[in-house]
T-cell receptor, first 114, second 112 residues
Framework: DQQVKQNSPSLSVQEGRISILNCDYTNSMFDYFLWYKKYPAEGPTFLISISSIKDKNEDGRFTVFLNKSAKHLSLHIVPSQPGDSAVYFCAASDSGGGADGLTFGKGTHLIIQP | EAQVTQNPRYLITVTGKKLTVTCSQNMNHEYMSWYRQDPGLGLRQIYYSMNVEVTDKGDVPEGYKVSRKEKRNFPLILESPSPNQTSLYFC???????????FGPGTRLTVL
């Protein structure tokens, strides 16, 4: 049972436009959410995170929105640049207990077209 | 520089020949874990360690072993590799179980 879902395997966006990557989760105990970016032949790198006490977190061109009632989060990249082409993983964790670490989605391949 | 290192980065081996992939972090992190990445399946956790001498199975532990004798090192051991273990492997570490994890560069393993 997939607890973190990224339903779009790939997304193509024109340079300069907004990229919106979506992620849904099913475990209501998740309270910390992250986005990772991965280039080919490299490990995933941390991009941005959000705690469940917030509904928005912004860092430069990247903004993550959290809708707890819908169990949905999204990553907005504005404006999109060619270097943003990568695979983006959504991840979630329950900081309150249990032994599980981060649960990852399957990733969305973002392609920025010139 | 804070980092997670893995060795080797690339490995081609044959079925049944024992191998070890090393992982080391210099951030004094307590939590370390191993993932494999396969097309269409994303990142799946193999094993994790909450601290020295404390390890546990992740989602796909079959065919793998780990050890955590020192805080900084967390090797992944394949006692008898099989072709279905051909994959891209990542080691990661973090301050705690639910915190942001920092990943190594990956090890591409091919088992013939």
């Amino acid at each position: 049972d997939q607890q973190v879902k990224q339903n779009s395997p790939s997304l193509s966006v024109q340079e300069g436009r907004i990229s919106i990557l979506n992620c849904d989760y099913t475990n209501s105990m998740f309270d910390y959410f992250l986005w990772y970016k991965k280039y080919p032949a490299e490990g995933p790198t941390f991009l941005i995170s959000i705690s469940s006490i917030k509904d928005k977190n912004e860092d430069g061109r990247f903004t993550v929105f959290l809708n707890k009632s819908a169990k949905h989060l999204s990553l907005h990249i504005v404006p999109s640049q060619p270097g943003d082409s990568a695979v983006y993983f959504c991840a979630a964790s329950d900081s309150g207990g249990g032994a599980d670490g981060l649960t990852f989605g399957k990733g969305t391949h973002l392609i920025i077209q010139p | 520089e804070a980092q997670v290192t893995q060795n080797p980065r690339y490995l081609i081996t044959v079925t049944g020949k024992k191998l070890t992939v090393t992982c080391s972090q210099n951030m004094n992190h307590e939590y370390m874990s191993w993932y494999r990445q396969d097309p269409g399946l994303g990142l799946r956790q193999i094993y994790y360690s909450m601290n020295v001498e404390v390890t546990d199975k992740g989602d796909v532990p079959e065919g793998y072993k780990v050890s955590r004798k020192e805080k900084r090192n967390f090797p992944l051991i394949l006692e008898s590799p099989s072709p279905n273990q051909t994959s891209l492997y990542f080691c990661a570490s973090s301050y705690s179980r639910a915190a942001t994890q920092y990943f190594g560069p990956g090890t591409r393993l091919t088992v013939l």
